[in-house]
């Protein structure tokens, strides 16, 4: 690109030329990233937590139309401007001031690279520990804090997921359309076995509510289940769930060629996919209750149940597969463009990608995953939502959808602003990360449910607070004034 600062451009980072990315890769995303251990999980504890089928479709349908909502409104900035996450916040935050908001997404990112990879090598752990001779390995043998086995698995997982980006991002696009409906047809083979041995369909579940609360405890669901407030925090907890996708989602959407392509994926892979996806996952867990009698919401439980190895091994596959595409889209992509975008004419995206699986092999012998420090990433987290709130504030009231996007590449074109920082920006994020993920740890100021809804506080009070600053005078901003 002519005039481009060396700093702020390479070539990974540079708007895309190739738009290949048609409505099935799109919705494809969707399925690597919500068919996870962690997100079948998540599914099946909300299904539970409806209390009943019609509270269900309100919850989850209601959420995952906001969701699709949400996701068209990044994802349309994605096709009109053609570039990555942290590019487009350099509209909003100036364009060195954008490392901000990408290097938080990076941090998080990293972290759970490490959490869904060791979740992948967990499932194969479940079915190779069906050998008496191995599970004894198992059990004796250990290093780096973990049995030999883990840390073997942990390794192979790991290393896989660095063939899946070896060319870039046309090779996630490849993977994805194989792995996303191959999940699917696996899921859908175990809720039919299970529903087959236990000797019918039920979508009442008949556990005791206080077991139920003891098992989903994870969800952060609070309240009776089938109560309003359960079913508020059920719709509140799925939305949040996606809240790191919410900001880098153009990652993806930029490689598709019009916004009706990025439309239908999204109606596809969220509203349909997610109602799905979690009437599966519930009927599954129903049968599974049925069937044995426990309470069994991580798939590789059941697997481990069955009398067939050959079942045990296709289930075992299957969400290590799964997991793998979380990570890749959720994961990898994002902070491999952020990486990139911090130091552009030195790292590449599959070197910031190496970048972030290195860190998430460094973090596997304290595994934070697994303590407290989940706490301190969620506090991280919640800054996304008044990171979101800014952006799309930015981009759709104040620039009105038009970004100059040749500047977004100079350090003395339209998004100078303050020596390359938004101040407008950098103070809404502050207060915004404040309101929503310090404070709440450090004191006990906000009612007990402000976790539940930390999020969508986060994007209220980042956008109540830019869209005034971003209009002051003093704060220069280049579409706000002329």
């Given at each position: 690109m002519e005039n481009a600062t060396r700093g702020l451009y390479n070539e990974d980072l540079a708007p895309a030329k190739e738009?290949?990315?048609?409505?099935?890769?799109?919705?494809?995303?969707?399925?690597?990233?919500?068919?996870?251990?962690?997100?079948?999980?998540?599914?099946?504890?909300?299904?539970?937590?409806?209390?009943?089928?019609?509270n269900f479709l309100i919850a989850i349908g209601l959420s995952s139309l906001v969701i699709f909502?949400?996701?068209?409104?990044?994802?349309?900035?994605?096709?009109?401007?053609?570039?990555?996450?942290?590019?487009?916040?350099?509209?909003?935050?100036?364009?060195?001031?954008?490392?901000?908001?990408?290097?938080?997404?990076?941090?998080?990112?990293?972290?759970?690279?490490?959490?869904?990879?060791?979740?992948?090598?967990?499932?194969?752990?479940?079915?190779?520990?069906?050998?008496?001779?191995?599970?004894?390995?198992?059990?004796?043998?250990?290093?780096?804090?973990?049995?030999?086995?883990?840390?073997?698995?942990?390794?192979?997982?790991?290393?896989?997921?660095?063939?899946?980006?070896?060319?870039?991002?046309?090779?996630?696009?490849?993977?994805?359309?194989?792995?996303?409906?191959?999940?699917?047809?696996?899921?859908?083979?175990?809720a039919i076995g299970l529903v087959i041995k236990a000797g019918g369909f039920s979508l009442d579940h008949g556990i005791a509510p206080e077991l139920l609360l003891e098992k989903t405890r994870d969800a952060g669901v609070s309240g009776e289940p089938g109560s309003l407030s359960a079913l508020m925090a059920v719709g509140a907890t799925w939305i949040t769930y996606f809240a790191a996708l919410y900001l880098n989602f153009c990652d993806f959407s930029r490689y598709a060629p019009?916004?009706?392509?990025?439309?239908?994926?999204?109606?596809?892979?969220?509203?349909?996919?997610?109602?799905?996806?979690?009437?599966?996952?519930?009927?599954?867990?129903?049968?599974?209750?049925?069937?044995?009698?426990?309470?069994?919401?991580?798939?590789?439980?059941?697997?481990?149940?069955?009398?067939?190895?050959?079942?045990?091994?296709?289930?075992?596959?299957?969400?290590?597969?799964?997991?793998?595409?979380?990570?890749?889209?959720?994961?990898?992509?994002?902070?491999?463009?952020?990486?990139s975008n911090a130091f552009p004419h030195k790292i590449s995206f599959k070197g910031g990608g190496y970048i972030t699986a290195v860190i998430a092999l460094c973090l596997y012998p304290f595994a934070p995953w697994e303590g407290n420090a989940a706490v301190f990433v969620n506090a991280i987290g919640a800054i996304m939502g008044p990171l979101l709130g800014i952006i799309v504030v930015d981009y759709y009231l104040i620039a009105k959808g038009e970004i100059k996007v040749a500047d977004l590449y100079r350090e003395d074109g339209a998004y100078q602003f303050h020596g390359g920082w938004n101040i407008a920006a950098l103070i809404a994020t502050i207060i915004g990360g404040l309101c929503c993920s310090i404070l709440p740890h450090l004191t006990d100021w906000f009612p007990s449910w402000w976790g539940t809804y930390g999020w969508f506080f986060g994007v209220a009070i980042g956008a109540v607070l830019y869209y005034p600053l971003s209009r002051m005078p003093v704060m220069r901003h280049p579409h706000a004034h002329g």
């Amino acid at each position: 690109m002519e005039n481009a600062t060396r700093g702020l451009y390479n070539e990974d980072l540079a708007p895309a030329k190739e738009r290949t990315w048609g409505a099935f890769s799109i919705f494809n995303v969707w399925t690597s990233d919500v068919h996870s251990l962690w997100g079948y999980y998540l599914a099946a504890s909300l299904f539970l937590l409806c209390g009943s089928f019609t509270n269900f479709l309100i919850a989850i349908g209601l959420s995952s139309l906001v969701i699709f909502a949400i996701m068209n409104l990044i994802g349309y900035a994605g096709v009109k401007t053609g570039v990555p996450y942290p590019v487009l916040a350099r509209a909003s935050f100036g364009v060195w001031g954008a490392n901000l908001p990408a290097l938080v997404r990076a941090v998080v990112a990293c972290f759970w690279y490490g959490a869904q990879t060791a979740a992948a090598s967990w499932a194969i752990v479940a079915l190779l520990t069906r050998n008496e001779s191995i599970l004894e390995f198992h059990q004796t043998s250990h290093m780096l804090g973990h049995s030999t086995l883990d840390v073997i698995c942990f390794v192979v997982v790991w290393a896989l997921q660095l063939l899946i980006i070896q060319n870039g991002m046309e090779t996630v696009r490849k993977f994805q359309d194989w792995a996303g409906p191959a999940v699917w047809i696996a899921m859908l083979v175990l809720a039919i076995g299970l529903v087959i041995k236990a000797g019918g369909f039920s979508l009442d579940h008949g556990i005791a509510p206080e077991l139920l609360l003891e098992k989903t405890r994870d969800a952060g669901v609070s309240g009776e289940p089938g109560s309003l407030s359960a079913l508020m925090a059920v719709g509140a907890t799925w939305i949040t769930y996606f809240a790191a996708l919410y900001l880098n989602f153009c990652d993806f959407s930029r490689y598709a060629p019009s916004k009706a392509v990025v439309r239908k994926g999204n109606l596809w892979g969220l509203p349909v996919n997610l109602i799905l996806f979690s009437l599966v996952a519930g009927i599954t867990t129903i049968a599974a209750y049925q069937v044995y009698g426990e309470v069994l919401l991580h798939p590789e439980q059941i697997s481990a149940k069955f009398d067939s190895w050959f079942l045990a091994l296709l289930a075992a596959l299957t969400f290590a597969v799964a997991t793998l595409g979380i990570n890749v889209v959720a994961n990898f992509v994002s902070p491999a463009f952020d990486i990139s975008n911090a130091f552009p004419h030195k790292i590449s995206f599959k070197g910031g990608g190496y970048i972030t699986a290195v860190i998430a092999l460094c973090l596997y012998p304290f595994a934070p995953w697994e303590g407290n420090a989940a706490v301190f990433v969620n506090a991280i987290g919640a800054i996304m939502g008044p990171l979101l709130g800014i952006i799309v504030v930015d981009y759709y009231l104040i620039a009105k959808g038009e970004i100059k996007v040749a500047d977004l590449y100079r350090e003395d074109g339209a998004y100078q602003f303050h020596g390359g920082w938004n101040i407008a920006a950098l103070i809404a994020t502050i207060i915004g990360g404040l309101c929503c993920s310090i404070l709440p740890h450090l004191t006990d100021w906000f009612p007990s449910w402000w976790g539940t809804y930390g999020w969508f506080f986060g994007v209220a009070i980042g956008a109540v607070l830019y869209y005034p600053l971003s209009r002051m005078p003093v704060m220069r901003h280049p579409h706000a004034h002329g």
